[in-house]
């Protein structure tokens, strides 16, 4: 069996149990979260392990099941499309190009609170972007 159409074969099962999730969970802007963010087409970000997860930082809350994020990586990405960070002298970037709207559902166990001073330089170049 092709490697690829085993992943997007496992997704799509652990999708059907997220959608059936009904616990609720309790998120603000400016918080990391490990998201259940699946299979990906083409050079969207993926999800990683088991359960297809990504950190993400919650841009904007909509209401208790719908919000905005922007997905994390560790690699040391630059350019426009790009937020650069550290956190425990490890270089981090939010990928500003890739801003989805997910289900809470999604929402796996928060990790942090990102600092409002850069929370607002994300907001800001968002903002620009669009």
Known sequence: MNKYFK??????????????????VYFKEREIWWV??????????????KRFERPVLILKVFNTEVLW????????????????????????????????????????RKIRTFEKNKFKEIKDLIKNLL
């Open 7 to 24: 992943k997007f074969s496992d997704w799509t099962k652990l999708k059907i149990r997220i959608h059936s999730r009904r616990k609720k």
């Open 36 to 49: 259940s963010l699946g299979v990906n087409i083409g050079h969207e970000q993926d999800g990683k392990n």
């Open 69 to 108: 994020i922007l997905p994390l990586t560790s690699g040391d990405k630059t350019g426009k499309y790009y937020y650069q960070f550290k956190y425990n002298n490890k270089k981090y970037s939010v990928i500003l190009s890739q801003l989805k709207l997910i289900s809470s559902r999604r929402l796996l």
